[in-house]
C-alpha cells in the first residue's frame, strides 16, 4: 500500500531536549516536505527536499533541520524545542513539484 | 508570492444540503489547483484536482472547476452527508522554481442529521 508514515504519533517533550520525527514514504517520490498545521494559521511548509542531498527553507524553517540523505526518508530535527513549537506536524510526498500531495497522519508534538 | 484564500468557517449545514466552499488564489505563472480534506484525526488527503483552465476535477460527489478569469476553484456537493464533516483545504502547486505548495487556511464543514 501507498503510504507516507511518520512517527511517532504523539510525543511529549522538555525544552531543550533534542528530538527527532520520522518520514518515510514508498512511492518512490521525488518531493518531500514537512508542514506543521495551527489553529487559524493553516499549513506551512518547514522545509522541503526535491532529491536526495537537496533541502530548502519553507516558510518557517527557523528551529528546525532536515536531512535527505536516502530517497525514501525525510527527518524532522529540533535541536532544542521550544514551547512555540508545540504543533500538528505533517510530512509529505509528491511525484513532482504540481503533484498531489500525499500526507502521514500526522505527530502531535508538545514541548513544555 | 502565490496566495490562496477560502471562506472561513465553520460551515454547518443539514444532511442533503447544497454545500459551497469558496476559494480563490493569486499565482505567478500556471498553478495545478487542489481540494484535500482532513478528517478527524487523519492526515490531509487529496479529494480533487484540476490542471489547466476549464478543467473540472471531480470525487465523491464533488466539484470544482479550475476558473481562470476569476481565479477560482469553488469546491461544490449538490447533497452533503454526514460523514462529509472534515476540514477542506484549497490548495495551488506551480511546476518551476520552489517547492512551496500554497494552502488556505482550511475550511470546517460541520454537518447534522
Known amino acids: 500500500e501507498a503510504q507516507v508514515t511518520q512517527n511517532p504519533r504523539y510525543l511529549i517533550t522538555v525544552t531543550g531536549k533534542k528530538l527527532t520525527v520520522t518520514c518515510s514514504q514508498n512511492?518512490?517520490?521525488?518531493?518531500m516536505s514537512w508542514y506543521r498545521q495551527d489553529p487559524g494559521l493553516g499549513l506551512r511548509q518547514i522545509y522541503y527536499?526535491?532529491?536526495?542531498?537537496?533541502?530548502d527553507k519553507g516558510d518557517v524553517p527557523e528551529g528546525y533541520k532536515v536531512s535527505r540523505k536516502e530517497k525514501r526518508n525525510f527527518p524532522l530535527i529540533l535541536e532544542s524545542p521550544s514551547p512555540n513549537q508545540t504543533s500538528l506536524y505533517f510530512c509529505?510526498?509528491?511525484?513532482?513539484?504540481?503533484?498531489?500531495?500525499?500526507f502521514g497522519n500526522g505527530t502531535r508534538l508538545t514541548v513544555t | 508570492g502565490d496566495s490562496v484564500t477560502q471562506m472561513e468557517g465553520p460551515v454547518t449545514l443539514s444532511e442533503e444540503a447544497f454545500l459551497t466552499i469558496n476559494c480563490t488564489y493569486t499565482a505567478t505563472g500556471y498553478p495545478s489547483l487542489f481540494w484535500y480534506v482532513q478528517y478527524p484525526g487523519e492526515g490531509l488527503q487529496l479529494l480533487l484536482k484540476a490542471t489547466k483552465a476549464d478543467d473540472k476535477g471531480s470525487n465523491k460527489g464533488f466539484e470544482a472547476t479550475y476558473r481562470k478569469e476569476t481565479t477560482s476553484f469553488h469546491l461544490e456537493k449538490g447533497s452533503v452527508q454526514v460523514s462529509d464533516s472534515a476540514v477542506y483545504f484549497c490548495?495551488?502547486?506551480?511546476?518551476?522554481?520552489?517547492?512551496?505548495?500554497?494552502f488556505g487556511r482550511g475550511t470546517s464543514l460541520i454537518v447534522h442529521p
Open positions: 527536499s526535491m532529491n536526495v542531498e537537496v533541502t
Open positions: 512511492m518512490n517520490h521525488e518531493y
Open positions: 490548495a495551488l502547486a506551480t511546476s518551476g522554481g520552489s517547492y512551496i505548495p500554497t
Open positions: 509529505a510526498s509528491s511525484f513532482m513539484a504540481d503533484s498531489p500531495l500525499h
